[in-house]
């Protein structure tokens, strides 16, 4: 299940990383091929045994639902691809607002947020952003089978400022297979 699970997060790392070239260059207004990261198709689960897709394919998971998902479990395993949200904004030598995240400051790397879900997905679109809501409410999949959430921020910071965060539970079996966190299987439970 091992290599079954990194065949496929592998694949799907590569997508997200076009997913993330695509807004970076739209939102530095560089030339690059595609008009939307919506014309980069995700990689074809149907025959993939794998854990991660079986969860994919159990809960019908959107292409927006993927992406957040995956923002949520890269930095445990490829935290490198969101060095480039780490940019300074020379106008104000600060991190770019739009790219959302949080610096951790003992792994000095970037966590994805709320927010940077919105940059990738919504981008200027309100209604797209307004629908992200949807993703981190109590009664959406991702809470009730306590596979990932975002953090609440204080009483003060916008919602979406929030880090997203996979649970330990699906950090394992999305990688290993197993965990060792919860006693059943989760593809056998709603």
């Known amino acids: 299940m091992v290599r079954k699970n990194a065949e496929a997060l592998e694949q799907e790392l590569i997508w997200l990383q076009k997913i993330i070239d695509i807004r970076i260059k ?3 207004n560089l030339e690059h091929e595609h008009s939307s990261i919506y014309d980069i198709e995700p990689p074809d689960i149907s025959n993939d045994e794998s854990f991660y897709a079986e969860v994919l394919k159990r809960d019908n998971v959107s292409t927006e639902e993927r992406i957040v998902l995956l923002l949520a479990l890269a930095p445990h395993i ?3 691809m969101f060095d480039i949200f780490l940019t300074k904004n020379p106008l104000y030598n600060k991190n770019y607002t739009e790219f ?3 610096k951790d400051k003992k792994h000095d790397s970037f966590i ?3 927010e940077t879900a919105s940059f990738i997905l919504a981008d200027q679109n309100l209604e797209r952003r307004f629908h992200l809501f949807n ?11 306590n596979i990932l959430y975002i953090i609440k921020p204080k009483n003060y910071e916008p919602y979406l400022s929030g880090a997203l965060i996979i649970s330990l539970e699906y950090l394992s079996y999305l990688t290993v297979g197993v ?4 006693a059943p299987n989760p593809l056998f439970h709603e």
Do not use: I, N, Q, W
Not at 135 to 145: A, G, I, N, P, T
């Open 112 to 114: 994805p947020t709320g």
């Open 100 to 102: 959302g995240g949080v």
């Open 179 to 182: 965990s060792k966190f919860t």
């Open 26 to 28: 739209s939102f530095f």
């Open 135 to 145: 993703l981190f409410c109590d009664e959406h999949y991702f809470s009730k089978r």
């Open 78 to 80: 490829r935290p490198e």
